[in-house]
């Protein structure tokens, strides 16, 4: 691609670092900044870098939090003794979304994923490891993506946790509700069957 | 979507504003930059202030351009009495990696669209007139899209012009090369027929 000028082809090419951003549609997005007031541009710079620079992660369950230790965690009436480890942040607001859970959170912040140069020591496990050694935990909720990334860095985690006799769950994997039986795949339907659950509890939750 | 930081939330929101980008994927986004190191998103910043603040228009074209007269107006060895009238810079990127024109360019800056609330006085149509009026244009290509805006757009400055007696033309619209002719739409098929070329003329352009 040919700019007419630098500075273009500069704000362009940041722009399609972006993950899924080619340089067709950094163009496109370049351009309609462009024809937006300058404040648009000036705001959205803003954001970012102060966003980038000051944004802190809770200290005990790496959610990314303004204070030193998040919202949830300073929570006192949530149930400090059940904590749901999950991927990222996204997950966190996911399942807070459902007002399901009282319990806390634990921001492994990644899978492990030897393809993408992911180990286990890049991951905040060793500061799960440690809450659950002090013996006050009561149970471990794992509620990782279904791949097999996410299947490894479960196993993982569990392996690591199995020495302090902590409860384990994983969150029910089965056919979404709405869907229609035909479509499922057979190893979640076949799972499904195997972990059925009886009717009146199913009734609970709705 | 209930963010745990309020300095995450603003950089969503903003970057949620760019077309084409909802809350979701700004979310992935900013993450993304989060994970990466400080410098990535000062450079993006940085890139995208300076470009909106110091880049110009082309006097003549109004091409985006680092300077008063951009690279191809102030080109010697191209033919400014050939002017090709464009929507937009992306236009004049396409067709200068063509390699086919060799003369000088005019963007519009957009189409007539009362649906978007543009009307010909946002567009740079009166800077087109005042060439064609000085009498030293040979001819003035329309490279416009081939929808209701662009044609509107085609019509209305055509008819600007008319009075000037510059010869006008606009670029071929036909079956794509590489394109298979029991897929074509018939309004396109239909005017590939009505406007075919000398097979010896088709064969040059190869």
New interface residues.
């Given amino acids: 691609?040919?700019?007419?000028?630098?500075?273009?082809e500069?704000?362009v090419?940041?722009?399609a670092?972006?993950?899924?951003?080619g340089k067709r549609?950094a163009?496109?997005?370049?351009?309609?900044?462009?024809k937006q007031p300058?404040e648009?541009?000036?705001?959205?710079?803003?954001?970012?870098?102060?966003?980038?620079?000051?944004?802190?992660f809770?200290k005990n369950c790496h959610?990314?939090?303004?204070v030193e230790v998040?919202?949830?965690c300073s929570n006192t009436s949530r149930n400090h003794k059940i904590i749901c480890v999950v991927e990222?942040?996204?997950d966190?607001?996911a399942i807070?979304?459902t007002n399901q859970f009282k319990g806390i959170y634990h921001v492994l912040g990644g899978k492990i994923s030897p393809i993408d140069g992911v180990g286990p020591s890049q991951l905040n496990i060793s500061t799960l490891v440690s809450k659950v050694k002090m013996g006050v935990i009561d149970e471990i909720i794992f509620a990782l993506s279904s791949t097999m990334e996410g299947d490894t860095t479960n196993f993982y985690v569990y392996k690591q946790l199995k020495e302090f006799n902590v409860k384990t769950s994983t969150i029910a994997r089965g056919i979404a509700v709405g869907d229609e039986l035909e479509y499922a795949d057979e190893v979640t339907l076949g799972r499904s069957i195997v972990q059925r659950v009886p009717f009146e509890i199913s009734l609970k939750n709705n």
Same sequence: chains 1, 2.
């Fill in positions: 691609m040919e700019f007419s000028s630098k500075l273009l500069k704000a090419n940041e722009m670092q972006l993950p899924g951003i549609t163009l496109r997005l370049v351009l309609h900044l462009l300058s648009q541009t000036h705001y959205l710079s803003q954001a970012l870098t102060t966003m980038r620079d000051d944004v802190k809770c959610n990314i939090s303004d998040c919202e949830i990222d942040i996204r966190v607001m807070e979304n």
